[in-house]
Each structure stands twice: as C-alpha cells, then as structure tokens.
Nanobody, 121 residues
Framework: QVQLVESGGGLVQSGGSLRLSCAAS????????LGWYCQAPGNQRELVAD???????NYADSVKGRFNISRDTAKDTQYLLMNSLKPEDTAVYYC???????????????WGQGAQVTVSS
C-alpha cells in the first residue's frame, strides 16, 4: 500500500509563495497520475493540478501561470509550487497518486493527509 506524507503548508501573506511536498512510500508498479486537489470550507474537493504518465500537466484555470506541479522520481516526491498567492487560494491541499501495484492489479488511488494553506490579505 502506498502512503503519502505532505509537508510545506502554512500561513503566508497575499502575493507570497509556498511549496508543498508529498513524499510517497511503498511499492508501485506504475503511476498513471500525480496530482494536487484543494478543499475550502463548505466546498467540494477540486483539482488544482496534475501530471499524467505521458508527462502532460493540467491546471485549474484559477491557478494557471501561478502554480507549478513537478516530481522528483529519485525521491518519490511530488511538489506544488504556489506563487502570487491570493486569499481565495486558502484551503486544505491534498496530494494524490493513481497507479497500479502490479501488472495484474487494479488501479489504486492514494491521498495525502492534507496541508492547510492560509493566505492573508
């Protein structure tokens, strides 16, 4: 089973930057997608950014040009660099990994524990 541990959340002023990290542990045969979601109070969890196995990345319109998703394969870690933060970016951010444990297994999805990001005006 894959475990994801997030770090890097916190309080930042509007216009500032934060980098979230998500370290994975466990055995994975293949990864189909890495991603970050956010959930603000009273809202549903929504996609912020993801990277597909082919290397293509996808961003929510609200974060395009400000956020960057990346991965370090050697460290089994993915990152979300958030620049020009706005108060409306305030939310709990969750990392996720989707893939397969083996060639014959079904697809799994794992989630991190969540990291609070608070942007003050």
């Amino acid at each position: 089973q894959v475990q994801l541990v997030e770090s890097g959340g916190g309080l930042v002023q509007s216009g500032g930057s934060l980098r979230l990290s998500c370290a994975a542990s466990g055995s994975i045969f293949s990864i189909h997608v890495l991603g970050w979601y956010c959930q603000a109070p009273g809202n549903q969890r929504e996609l912020v950014a993801d990277i597909r196995s082919g290397g293509s990345s996808n961003y929510a319109d609200s974060v395009k040009g400000r956020f960057n998703i990346s991965r370090d394969t050697a460290k089994d870690t993915q990152y979300l660099l958030m620049n020009s933060l706005k108060p409306e970016d305030t939310a709990v951010y969750y990392c996720t990994v989707g893939g397969k444990y083996s060639m014959d297994s079904g697809v799994f999805t794992s989630w991190g524990q969540g990291a609070q990001v608070t942007v003050s005006s």
